[in-house]
C-alpha cells in the first residue's frame, strides 16, 4: 500500500539557522501535499501544502518544494525561532477528486530550536 | 476560517463506560470528518471516516461496535468508545474536509485526551 517516508525523526537547529525535513511517497498518481505543525497536547495544524502543478510554493519564513519525478518533497524554515519547535507531519493527501480522502501521514519530525 | 473543535478536551473515566467525543466545524460545512488516535510519540492513525448521513467506514482492525460514529449534520460528528478500557486511553482527534473541495484538504481539532482508569 501507499507509504509516507520522513527524515529526519529528530531535528535540532540553533535560533536563526534554517531547517529541512524531507519525505518521499510511493503513489505516483498523488497530487497533494500537505505538511502539519503539532504542539505537544493539541492537533495538528496545517501550516502549508502544495499541488502538483507547481514545483515550489512559499509562505514568509516557510516553503515546500516538489519533486515529482522522484516522489518526494521537503519542507524548509528558514530563521528558526524557539516557537518552531514541535513536530512536523508530511502526508500524501492523495489525488484530486480521488476516490479515496485518506491522508497518509509520515512518521513524523520533532523540531528542537535552541535559543 | 475552517475552525474545528472538540469537546471535551480530556476526559477520564473508569474501566467498562462509555464516553462520547464531538467533533465541531464552526464556520463551514463538512461532508466528510476523519477521526484519528494518536499515541505518544507516534503518528496519526485513522480509525474512521464518516460522511453525513451514512454509516462510517473504518480501518483494518477497527472495532465498529466499539467505537460508534455518527455524523448527524453537516457540522457535527460525535465518536463513542463503548465499555472502555485501559488500552483504549490515547488522543483522540478529528479532521474534517470541506464539501466542494476538490482536493483533500483537512482540518483538525484540538484533540480529545481519553484516560481510562
Known amino acids: 500500500g501507499e507509504n509516507v517516508e520522513q527524515h529526519p525523526s529528530t531535528l535540532s537547529v540553533q535560533e536563526g539557522d534554517s531547517a529541512v525535513i524531507k519525505c518521499t511517497y510511493s503513489d505516483s498518481a498523488s497530487n497533494y501535499f500537505p505538511w502539519y505543525k503539532q504542539e505537544l497536547g493539541k492537533g495538528p495544524q496545517l501550516i502549508i501544502d502544495?499541488?502538483?502543478?507547481?514545483g515550489e510554493k512559499k509562505d514568509q519564513r516557510i516553503a515546500v518544494t516538489l519533486n515529482k519525478t522522484a516522489k518526494h518533497f521537503s519542507l524548509h524554515i528558514t530563521e528558526t525561532q524557539p516557537e518552531d519547535s514541535a513536530v512536523y507531519f508530511c502526508?500524501?493527501?492523495?489525488?484530486?477528486?480521488?476516490?479515496?480522502?485518506?491522508?497518509?501521514f509520515g512518521t513524523g519530525t520533532l523540531l528542537a530550536v535552541q535559543p | 476560517g475552517a475552525v474545528v473543535s472538540q469537546h471535551p478536551s480530556r476526559v477520564i473515566c473508569k474501566s467498562g463506560t462509555s464516553v462520547k467525543i464531538e467533533c465541531r466545524s464552526l464556520d463551514f460545512q463538512a461532508t466528510t470528518m476523519f477521526w484519528y488516535r494518536q499515541f505518544p510519540k507516534q503518528s496519526l492513525m485513522l480509525m474512521a471516516t464518516?460522511?453525513?448521513?451514512?454509516?462510517?467506514?473504518?480501518e483494518q482492525g477497527v472495532e465498529k461496535d466499539k467505537f460508534l460514529i455518527n455524523h448527524a449534520s453537516l457540522t457535527l460528528s460525535t465518536l463513542t468508545v463503548t465499555s472502555a478500557h485501559p488500552e483504549d486511553s490515547s488522543f483522540y482527534i478529528c479532521s474534517a474536509r470541506g464539501s466542494g473541495i476538490s482536493y483533500n484538504e483537512q482540518f483538525f481539532g484540538p484533540g480529545t485526551r481519553l484516560t481510562v482508569l
Open positions: 464518516s460522511n453525513e448521513g451514512s454509516k462510517a467506514t473504518y
Open positions: 502526508a500524501d493527501g492523495g489525488t484530486r477528486g480521488g476516490a479515496t480522502n485518506k491522508l497518509i
Open positions: 502544495i499541488r502538483s502543478n507547481v
